[in-house]
């Protein structure tokens, strides 16, 4: 059923629980479809104005987040060599230390983005955060500089007799990483919106310049990358580990210069309030209207509270029929109104508009679980392919060895080199067969990316399998490989692959499945993502290494590769791949694509409620 845009209820007060945001500041009130605004946004524009924003503050945003990643990532991308080699812990060890860090950092921007839009706003959150950070790097070159703080070395024939860290080598450890999860937490959600908070959306030259900004900020990301798996990873594996964590330190000191010293170019929001209270107010408000009889159809006999909506929210959306219980939460009944038109109980009464929010919500909850499974395909790049990496010959060259933290490379090089051709060849191939505008549907895309993942584990277990074989009919005593590393490109050029169609197809799928303001918990469901796999990666590791050894036999992932089964391991995950994906089609072929009108067109197009991807059934 379509609903008719309520003009004439313009000058009803918005819902207090409502989602669109408000601008206690007067300075967040951009708008990108460039609609009319009313008097006082039209005085909240001059504010902004005055504020200097633009790309002279954008220079020193994007110079801080690049100096910020370049310092992060820095130290990070060869922590799996660092954990084994310098504090000689166990490869299970190592990989549970990365996993469990990696998860708790990808659930920390849940709570910097509560804080920022809640309490103190988002430069002094990027500020805190900052200094986090830094003090984390300093902390983690600390361990690598001063003896005290990691084992002693060890030269011995066999590394895994060498003695581990201690109890206070490995708290200063943990110390650092918590340092470096709590300035995850506030940089993340806040860098971008930040710099888009510089921008005046209702102008061309503000619509152009957050467009370009997003260009800026995934290319200077992809140089970083580059750098830090080649650069710094060389410095560190090849030169000092304490040159090669000085270096990403001392550019997250200027980093945290260069952000402070554009302090009078910014223009500042203030803290606009939580939108997880607005979900909540949904849920309470349906659960106390619970016994109310809502027909399936509009029949008239029900009034559905449906005011205009603030200049901020982008599209209006639809009544649908998917999970009608929340439409209690929309019904008017007797009290729930004010003389003036507005609720009298947030928490009793949300607009239509929120309600149909909250249901993107829960349509895209089962499509998100389905790809924490496939993501936990990629956490092993870091982990158990360095493992294989180290046993391996990596030499290019009489002179020149590979770093065993680089060979991601080879999947940032098939995403650099593979998205071209999708975007100017497979999509026009693909849009002339299916009449689709994208080529392929975005879930359609997320399930290749599965697909990619399945295969690149059973690619890995096939290339462990060889290597292994190799290893002990060489009979090295270290366990070294008469083998090529490059043998490990075929399940990296496959998991670039799962990136480019699985992750990309994730951003672009939450970015527009979500109401165009709620895209800070889009991108907070897709960090999330990254936590589940790490977890889950985890949880298998544990699980694995603790009931797949025992009586004289050794565990799959023994500290000895060569009397381990890694590539059962890898075998496992892509069975579970394959559950994963079945679940993944299920609730693909369930699931409404979102439509949303602009505001301006609303009256003009009264299309139907959702846009099926198959004549799927309601979830």
Not at 37 to 43: A, H, M, V
Not at 221 to 228: E, G, K
Not at 289 to 311: F, H, M, N, Q
Not at 396 to 401: A, D, S, V
């Amino acid at each position: 059923m379509v609903l008719e845009d309520k003009n004439d209820g313009s000058s009803l007060p918005q819902p207090p629980g409502s989602f669109s945001k408000s601008s206690p500041s007067g300075l967040d009130v951009t708008d990108p479809y460039n609609r009319k605004s009313s008097p006082e946004s039209s005085s909240d524009a001059k504010k902004v104005e005055k504020k200097p924003g633009g790309w002279r503050a954008i220079s020193f945003i994007l110079g801080n987040e690049t100096l910020e990643r370049l310092g992060t990532i820095g130290l990070l991308a060869n922590f799996m060599v660092y954990l084994t080699k310098v504090f000689h812990l166990e490869q299970v060890a190592a990989a549970n230390v990365i996993n469990i860090w990696s998860g708790f950092t990808n659930l920390t921007p849940l709570v910097g983005a509560f804080i920022s839009d809640t309490y103190i706003g988002r430069f002094k959150t990027i500020a805190f955060a900052s200094f986090a950070t830094l003090l984390g790097l300093i902390t983690i070159t600390l361990t690598a500089s001063l003896p005290q703080l990691h084992p002693a070395s060890c030269h011995s024939q066999n590394p895994l007799s060498c003695a581990g860290p201690n109890k206070l080598q490995f708290g200063v450890l943990l110390l650092g990483l918590c340092f470096l999860s709590i300035g995850s937490g506030g940089i993340r959600p806040c860098s971008i919106p930040f710099g888009v908070d510089q921008f005046d959306q209702r102008t061309d030259e503000g619509v152009k310049g957050v467009a370009s900004f997003f260009n800026w900020y995934y290319m200077t990301f992809t140089i970083v990358l580059l750098i830090t798996q080649t650069v710094v990873v060389y410095i560190q594996d090849q030169v000092s580990w304490i040159i090669g964590f000085s270096i990403p330190t001392g550019l997250m000191a200027l980093a945290v210069v260069m952000f402070f010293a554009g302090m009078k170019r910014y223009i500042y929001v203030k803290p606009e309030g939580s939108i997880f209270s607005g979900i909540a107010q949904v849920i309470v408000a349906a659960r106390k209207k619970r016994k109310l009889k809502v027909p399936a159809e509009d029949d008239g006999t029900v009034t559905y509270y449906d005011p205009a909506i603030k200049s901020t929210v982008l599209s209006k959306l639809h009544r649908s029929n998917q999970f009608r219980c929340l439409d209690k939460a929309a019904v008017v009944t007797e009290g729930d109104l004010t003389p003036e038109g507005a609720p009298a109980n947030k928490w009793r009464l949300c607009s239509v508009q929120e309600v149909e929010e909250v249901k993107c919500l829960i349509r895209i909850v089962p499509v998100w679980s389905a790809g924490i499974i496939s993501l936990a395909a990629m956490t092993q790049q870091g982990t158990f392919t360095v493992s294989q990496a180290l046993k391996m010959d990596r030499h290019l060259g009489p002179n020149f060895e590979i770093p065993a933290g680089s060979l991601s490379v080879i999947s940032l090089l098939t995403i650099g080199i593979f998205l071209p051709f999708y975007d100017r060849v497979f999509v026009p191939f693909a849009r002339r067969v299916t009449g689709h505008k994208s080529g392929i549907t975005l879930l359609q895309r997320i399930g290749t990316g599965i697909v990619f993942a399945i295969f690149s584990m059973i690619v890995a277990g096939i290339v462990e399998r060889m290597r292994r074989i190799r290893s002990i009919n060489a009979g090295d005593p270290t366990g070294m490989t008469p083998m090529s590393v490059f043998w490990l490109s075929p399940q990296l050029i496959l998991m670039g692959l799962c990136e480019a169609f699985n992750i990309i197809g994730q951003i672009e799928f939450f970015n527009s499945q979500f109401p165009e303001h709620m895209r800070s918990i889009a991108n907070s469901l897709f960090s999330l993502s990254f936590a589940g796999s790490s977890y889950l990666s985890s949880f298998l590791v544990t699980i694995v290494h603790k009931f797949t050894g025992g009586h004289d036999r050794p565990d799959w992932l023994n500290k000895n590769l060569n009397a381990g089964k890694l590539d059962y391991f890898y075998y496992l995950i892509a069975v579970l791949g394959v559950f994963n994906l079945v679940y993944f089609w299920y609730c693909a072929r369930g699931y409404r694509y979102k439509v949303g009108l602009p505001i301006e067109d609303f009256e003009e197009d009264k299309r139907s409620d959702d846009v099926e991807m198959t004549s799927s059934k309601p979830m």
